[in-house]
């Protein structure tokens, strides 16, 4: 039984060996130009991330909201046309449906877009009649 697989495994390692030799020099040349690429990409994406750092983040605008400059009343006045919650970034006039979902306790209202925008919040355009 050892003398069939050696007969049959001899032949097909003769041949194994004639195409390594044969493709020798191209199996090389792949192997070469796969291990270049490879470093090459590496060291570009560790002296990329060195090089190219992402600039600091600046913001220009004031974030935090004092509580003494918010204005807070019942809805139920009338002159107020915007709303807005403490929690959000948004404003909404007062009889659009997404103001409806602010929940009471953090509802900031507001007279004038321009009053809202001086806070730091901004138009929702879903609003928009």
């Known amino acids: 039984m050892l003398a069939k697989i050696k007969e049959f495994v001899n032949p097909l390692a003769g ?33 990329g ?8 983040l600046i913001i220009e605008k004031d974030l935090l909201i004092n509580a003494t400059e918010i204005t807070v009343a019942n809805s139920n006045d009338n002159d107020f046309q915007y709303v807005a919650s403490s929690k ?10 997404l103001a409806k979902n602010l929940s009471d306790k953090n509802k900031i209202f507001f007279s004038s877009k321009e009053e809202a925008e001086k806070q730091g919040y901004i138009f929702n355009t879903k609003c928009e009649p």
């Open 15 to 47: 041949i194994i060996t004639h195409k390594i030799k044969r493709w020798q020099k191209n199996i090389l040349l792949a192997t070469a130009l796969f291990l270049i690429i490879s470093l090459s990409f590496s060291s570009g994406v560790i002296i």
């Open 49 to 56: 991330g060195k090089l190219f750092k992402r600039p600091p």
């Open 88 to 97: 959000g970034k948004y404003y909404y006039p007062i009889d659009c449906p």
